[in-house]
């Protein structure tokens, strides 16, 4: 089974919330579920600080050996900071998703992240095989 950090909140398209010590303050990026199904990362399309998302709104794209996929945020908020290394680095989504291999940090509603799914509703959800 994939790594599935239990303080984390998730979508069902395979982005995960990464808490911070400041609530409003998340990172995004996608689960260790996801990179393995996309294979080798090559490539990140990703926004600039400032910019700001509707959630289930596309934020880049990550392309793969296998394919290239859109980004989804998972709620709605603002880009505080990208993280730079992906972008002579796009191999560290592969190796390390939740932690060096983050995408975005963003501004958000706390309220908004409690809605997602908690990692056992995401770990049933990839069991089910409705993870593709």
């Not at 600080?49 to 509707?54: D, F, V």
């Not at 945020?73 to 291999?101: F, K, M, Q, T, W």
């Amino acid at each position: 089974m994939s790594s599935i950090p239990a303080e984390y909140r998730y979508t069902e398209s395979h982005e995960y919330l990464k808490p911070t010590a400041d609530p409003t303050v998340v990172y995004v990026g996608v689960t260790d579920f996801a990179q393995g199904e996309l294979g080798d990362v090559v490539y990140l399309d990703l926004p600039k600080a400032g910019a700001t998302y509707g959630a289930h709104d596309s934020f880049g794209t990550i392309e793969a050996v296998k394919a290239v996929s859109d980004i989804y945020c998972p709620i709605a908020g603002e880009v505080l900071d990208v993280n730079a290394r992906l972008e002579g680095e796009p191999s560290l989504v592969n190796s390390d998703p939740y932690g060096e291999g983050w995408m975005i940090k963003m501004k958000v509603n706390p309220a908004d992240v409690a809605a997602l799914l908690d990692a056992a509703a995401y770990e049933k959800h990839v069991a089910s095989g409705s993870g593709h």
